[in-house]
């Protein structure tokens, strides 16, 4: 059974850092490209980022290029977002989800940027 | 970047009767995607590549379309079925781009 389980959220003031990771179990994890995705509060779905297999490919919504950074390790199956720079637009539940086809999703970490 | 056009953006259906949520995208797409979020819960994948079926996904949801019209159908809806349905493409990207949404509930 696939699992996905993310962690790492928080309630950060504006400006600040994180790390999300996202935990994976249940199927080859180094077959697959990897993907985040958020959902502000009340709001739809936005694709965030997507990392390909050997993490040598990385790709990035341009509301956040610049202050995120995607990576993996495919030695712990656990990949990753960097966040720098938050704003308080950035504040959503991240969802981490296998493939480029998302065909499988975690349960969601919240990041809140408050002051 | 392609824009993802869902309609309609609410959806009341009474239980047992069919329901079907159209997405018109802005370039002709080969790889598109269904979810469902319900209420709480994180998205799942309905359907890929327009008209496949993910595994446990019940034989009343079906997709359909090419080029730029999409449709998603339910053919009895269940009380189960209440949520949020998102179409994805993932032909022309980055960036991956989702339609808004459509809420379905029963009336």
């Known amino acids: 059974e696939v699992q996905l389980l993310e962690s790492g959220g928080d309630l950060v003031q504006p400006g600040g850092s994180l790390r999300l990771s996202c935990a994976a179990s249940?199927?080859?994890?180094?077959?697959?490209?990897m993907t985040w995705v958020r959902q502000a509060p009340g709001k739809g779905l936005e694709w965030v980022s997507t990392?390909?297999?050997?993490?040598?490919?990385?790709y990035y919504a341009d509301s956040v290029k610049g202050r995120f950074t995607i990576s993996r390790d495919n030695s712990k199956n656990t990949f990753f977002l960097h966040i720098n720079s938050l704003r308080a637009e950035d504040t959503a539940i991240y969802y981490c989800a296998k493939g480029g086809w998302a065909d499988s999703w975690g349960q969601g970490t919240l990041v809140t940027v408050s002051s | 970047d392609v824009v993802m056009t869902q309609s309609p953006l609410s959806l009341p259906v009474t239980l047992g009767q069919p329901a079907s949520i159209s997405c018109r995208s802005s370039?002709?797409?080969?790889?598109l995607n269904w979810f469902q979020q319900r209420p709480g819960q994180s998205p799942r994948r309905l359907i890929y590549e327009v008209s496949n079926r993910d595994s446990g996904v019940p034989d009343r949801f079906s997709g359909s379309g090419s080029g730029t019209e999409f449709t998603l159908k339910i053919s009895r809806v269940e009380a189960e079925d209440v949520g949020v349905y998102y179409c994805?493409?993932?032909?022309?990207?980055?960036?991956?781009?989702f339609g808004q949404g459509t809420r379905l509930e029963i009336k």
């Open positions: 249940g199927f080859n994890f180094n077959a697959y490209d």
């Open positions: 990392i390909n297999t050997s993490g040598g490919g990385t």
């Open positions: 994805m493409q993932v032909t022309h990207w980055p960036p991956i781009t």
């Open positions: 370039q002709s797409l080969v790889y």
